[in-house]
C-alpha cells in the first residue's frame, strides 16, 4: 500500500481514493501509479497514525514540500489532514500544500476554511471549467451545478487563512476564451491563476 510517494522532487501524501468528482483529465482514469509510485490505489484506507509513521520515515530534509494529493480528494478525510498537518508542523518547518478540488465544504457539510488556520502553507485549488454547466459536463461532480459555485466560495474564504491560494485550469478541454474567463474568476476570488498541460501518461 503506497501511502507516500515522491513526485518531481516533492513528497506526495495519498490519504484516500475517495473522491466527488470523476473528472475526463484525471490521472487515476488511464494509470495505476505517479512519480515512483507503481500503484496509488488503495485495498483499505490507512489511519492517520499509520500515515504519520509512513512520513516520519521519511527524511523531511530532503523535500521542499509535503503534499496532500493521491488518487482522490484529501478533504474527504478533512480532520484526519488537518491532524496530520498538526503533527508534521510540530516536528518538522517543511512548507505545507493541499491540491483539492474545492469541494470541502460540500463534502464534509460545514464551512471548513477556517480550520486551514495556520496549517497549510498553499492550497491548490482545481477550478477547470468557467461556468456550473461547463464544469459539470468536465468533472462530473455528485454535486452537480452546487460545485462550481461553491468552490469559489471556499476559495475566497481559504485565501483568508492559508498564505497561498492557487486555482488551476487543465488545458485539455477549455478554449483560450473559456481559460480567460477561468482567470478572471479566480482573481476574482482573491486566488493566483495557474494553466495546467494535460498528462497524458
Not at 46 to 74: A, H, K, W
Not at 93 to 100: C, E, F, K, L, M
Not at 153 to 176: C, G, K, N
Amino acid at each position: 500500500m503506497t501511502i507516500t510517494y515522491v513526485y518531481q522532487g516533492k513528497l506526495y501524501v495519498n490519504l484516500t481514493n475517495r473522491c466527488p468528482n470523476a473528472c475526463d483529465f484525471c490521472l487515476r482514469t488511464h494509470g495505476d501509479g505517479v512519480g515512483d509510485a507503481d500503484s496509488l490505489w488503495l485495498p483499505q484506507e490507512p489511519s492517520r497514525e499509520e500515515i504519520l509513521n509512513d512520513i516520519l520515515r521519511r527524511n523531511l530534509t530532503q523535500f521542499p514540500q509535503l503534499v496532500f494529493c493521491g488518487y482522490g480528494e484529501p478533504t474527504c478525510r478533512l480532520e484526519d489532514m488537518l491532524w496530520l498537518c498538526a503533527k508534521i508542523r510540530a516536528v518538522s518547518d517543511i512548507s505545507i500544500r493541499v491540491n483539492t478540488n474545492g469541494l470541502s465544504d460540500l463534502i464534509n457539510g460545514r464551512t471548513t476554511a477556517p480550520e486551514f488556520d495556520g496549517l497549510v502553507d498553499v492550497v491548490s485549488i482545481s477550478l477547470n471549467a468557467p461556468t456550473p454547466e461547463r464544469y459539470d459536463e468536465i468533472c462530473h461532480s455528485q454535486f452537480g451545478l452546487q460545485a462550481l459555485p461553491a468552490i469559489l466560495r471556499f476559495t475566497r474564504a481559504v485565501s483568508f487563512f492559508v498564505p497561498q491560494v492557487v486555482m488551476s485550469v487543465v488545458d485539455r478541454d477549455l478554449s483560450e476564451l473559456e481559460i480567460k474567463e477561468c482567470e478572471r474568476l479566480c482573481l476574482s476570488a482573491g486566488a493566483k491563476f495557474r494553466v495546467r498541460h494535460y498528462i497524458e501518461d
